[in-house]
């Protein structure tokens, strides 16, 4: 009977010290309950598959047209940003839908959520990636 | 023991993974802010009011310009071509400079209205005790929905405190 007492005794309170940390978890999530993301819109042009196939493709069309390799000239530089506009556009759009995929609540370029002394999980690559899929079949539109 | 550690520590990744924010989007306020969209009128009656007087005072300058020039006119009339010029440009200068009021003054009634705006998110601030009150415009993206969107009520506290603004012309 004491051993059972005693049994019953250790498992209340082992369920109350669960209750209380569960209380106070409870209450840090309550307190913080913003999901935040950063994404760094630089960097996904910087390291986009699709933005570096143009920029080659727009080399080999100029050097086609010109016999000129390597730099690109104005009118070539034109017609590659007009190409990249595309990408412009579906940027905010894929980082939309992957905000929403992960529940977030704001999602920020680097700098900002430096200014405002925020952090969160960095979806620089993922929307690099999405962009990629999105826009696989994108093409430089030589002028 | 174990029970401790393990409490404290989603304790920890409780609190130390998010920050609590608040997102504010007035990008919207001609449309919902009754002191603009007050404003925003008053601008456009003086605006118009300024330019229908002066085109009312240079019309008569104007014909009478034109019947000087026609041909057959001689050069006696020279010195009053001069001076109509000079009328009309002095007619053409303070409508300028009366536009250019106006649109200062406007300037200085959507700076009120700004500080305003930010002294309701500094009290929702530390009303919701968030760590930052971001502007829709400092963000890629924020969900509407979200409890952290204060535009609703910073509309609403702005239109009961700044019901109407009066332009401040000098």
């Not at chain 1, 999602?107 to 405002?116: S, T």
């Not at chain 2, 969107?149 to 700044?162: D, G, M």
Request: proline share 3%.
């Amino acid at each position: 009977m004491a051993a059972l007492l005693e049994h019953g005794g250790k498992r209340r309170g082992f369920t109350v010290v669960k209750y209380f940390w569960l209380m106070l978890l409870c209450a840090g999530f309550a307190h913080a309950d913003n999901v935040v993301l950063i994404a760094d819109s630089a960097r996904v042009e910087a390291i986009s598959t699709v933005v570096a196939r143009l920029k080659v493709e727009a080399q080999s069309a100029q050097q086609k047209k010109t016999g000129k390799p390597g730099v690109l000239n104005p009118e070539f530089t034109e017609a590659l940003e007009s190409s990249l506009s595309d990408l412009r556009v579906a940027l905010p759009l894929v980082i939309e839908t992957l905000a929403k995929a992960k529940r977030a609540d704001a999602v920020l370029e680097p700098a900002v959520a430096k200014q405002f002394g925020l952090s969160g999980p960095d979806i620089t690559l993922e929307v690099a990636k999405a962009l990629d899929m999105r826009l696989a079949k994108l093409q430089f539109l030589a002028p | 023991m174990k029970s401790i550690f393990v409490g404290l520590f989603l304790v920890v990744a409780g609190t130390a993974h998010a920050a609590s924010i608040l997102i504010s989007d007035t990008r919207d306020a001609f449309d919902r802010v009754n002191a603009m969209k007050g404003l925003l009128h008053d601008v456009d009656t003086r605006i118009q009011a300024i330019q229908t007087g002066y085109e009312l005072a240079v019309k008569p300058l104007s014909a009478e310009l034109e019947q000087l020039r026609k041909p057959g006119q001689n050069g006696q009339n020279q010195q009053r071509k001069a001076a109509l010029l000079l009328q009309i440009a002095g007619l053409q200068k303070n409508a300028s400079l009366a536009q250019q009021a106006v649109g200062q003054a406007n300037e200085k009634a959507l700076a009120q209205i700004d500080t305003a705006i930010q002294a309701i998110e500094a009290e929702l601030k530390k009303e919701r005790k968030a760590d930052a009150v971001l502007r829709a415009q400092d963000t890629l993206y924020f969900n509407a929905q979200c409890a952290c969107n204060i535009t609703n009520e910073i509309y609403k506290r702005l239109n009961a405190r700044l019901p109407k603004l009066a332009l401040a012309i000098k």
